[in-house]
């Protein structure tokens, strides 16, 4: 375990055993991440904040109980995780409550617009404009799969840290990114 590790162990047992400080230094440092995660996955709609609200609660509320302080960051995108899932299953409810096919069709893509906006003024490269245009197309799942797999390729997040989020192995993992790392193209046998 490097330096980086064990100072963030030890704000993590600081921030267990109640020290306000050090809970608001971990949420802090961690606060970009949970963005980009909940960003990613909802297509920047205009719940993030609340769903990134909700995740950083339920870490508060639930840090105590953390038996593992080194997994801490795996912990929390399973939180954050858990969270997109949670929002995506109520705005379910309350589509299948409030429309009918017929008017479903008539509704415009609402996160075209910021999309389209976020791939001007990043000035992304060409393969990443595309696959965040091909994203609007993904479901859910694979949605928020692909934000984790954003959070790797920037080096915020590790294979291991996605594995132990998701619940997969490695390899698993490595198997699920593929076809977003690869559109088009069979996996290795």
Do not use: K
Request: charged share 30%; aromatic share 4%.
């Amino acid at each position: 375990m490097g330096l980086i590790d064990t100072d963030r162990t030890d704000l993590v047992v600081a921030a267990q055993a109640g020290d306000e400080g050090a809970r608001e230094e971990l949420l802090a440092a961690h606060l970009p991440l949970v963005y980009n995660i909940v960003g990613r996955a909802l297509s920047g709609h205009a719940d993030v904040d609340d769903v990134v609200q909700e995740t950083l609660l339920r870490v508060v509320r639930d840090l105590p109980a953390l038996r593992e302080p080194e997994s801490f960051r795996s912990w929390l995108v399973s939180i954050a995780l858990r969270q997109i899932s949670t929002h995506r299953h109520r705005q379910r409810v309350v589509a299948d409550r409030r429309a009918v096919i017929e008017e479903a069709e008539r509704i415009p893509d609402a996160h075209a617009y910021l999309e389209d906006l976020t791939i001007l003024r990043l000035h992304v490269s060409d393969e990443r404009r595309q696959v965040v245009e091909a994203g609007r197309w993904l479901d859910p799942d694979h949605r928020a799969l692909m934000a984790l797999w954003w959070q790797e390729g920037a080096g915020a997040l590790s294979r291991e840290e996605i594995a132990d989020a998701t619940g997969l192995t490695t390899a698993h993992v490595g198997v699920r990114l593929f076809p977003l790392r690869h559109p088009g193209r069979e996996p290795p046998a």
